[in-house]
């Protein structure tokens, strides 16, 4: 069956340190990867998107990486400030359905 | 301002009885969805909807309808409301239809549900 992963519910981290959150997938052959920010309360909100042709994406403080041949991309939040504190979501595309990953919650310590 | 609302944002209701989650984007976009989401599980698709008089099965659509007779509503009825549907439920919005993974989702703000 069809699996999306994401590393650990719960990540805390020193500000000015850089988070580094985990999604590996099973089953899907995503051509397109999506990451998302979900604060308390809120809708998830888009981030980033990457290609399975693009190793790497970059804006302003966030990095994302996708390996179709590990199924597996990485988040990474460099500089981290507590205003950074949320729930992070991959998502990937499969037809006309977007599937989501249960998030990885992060707390940026002050 | 571009945006997707869900009314109401939150309700208390009974086993069985009728209610509706209105969902409208005023986006002009062609895909709506609906999500619900419980902790641990993530966001589950509902139903989705590719354009007017569309629609279509999510991975979790037993116990709700849906329909799409205008581009910008797409209510998310609960005919007969059970307890295991208390959950949070997100309708959202892409500009295009065309399945293509690169479709950006817009998510209103929530809907929490308690249904007793």
């Known amino acids: 069956s069809q699996k999306i992963e994401q590393n650990s519910e719960a990540l805390n981290i020193q500000e000015g340190k850089t988070a580094t959150l985990t999604c590996n997938y099973t089953n899907y052959s995503p051509a397109y990867l999506q990451w998302y920010r979900q604060d308390p309360g809120r809708g998830p909100v888009f981030l980033l998107l990457i290609r399975e042709n693009e190793k790497e994406k970059r804006k302003e403080r966030l990095k994302v990486t996708f390996d179709t041949t590990l199924k597996q991309s990485l988040f990474h939040i460099t500089a981290s400030q507590p205003a950074d504190s949320a729930t992070y979501l991959c998502?990937?595309?499969?037809?006309?359905?977007?599937?989501f990953g249960a998030g990885t919650t992060v707390t940026v310590r002050a | 301002e571009a945006q997707v609302t869900q009314n109401p944002r939150y309700l208390i209701t009974v086993t069985g009885k009728k209610l509706t989650v209105t969902c409208s984007q005023n986006m002009n976009h062609e895909y709506m969805s609906w999500y619900r989401q419980d902790p641990g599980l993530g966001l589950r698709q509902i139903y989705y909807?590719?354009?007017?008089?569309?629609?279509d099965k999510g991975d979790v659509p037993e116990g709700y309808k849906v329909s799409r007779k205008e581009k910008r509503n797409f209510p998310l009825i609960l005919e007969s409301p059970s307890p295991n549907q208390t959950s949070l439920y997100f309708c959202a919005s892409s500009l295009s239809n065309r399945g293509s993974g690169a479709n950006v989702l817009t998510f209103g703000a929530g809907s929490r549900l308690t249904v007793l």
């Open positions: 998502a990937l595309a499969t037809d006309y359905k977007l599937s």
């Open positions: 909807s590719m354009n007017v008089e569309v629609t």
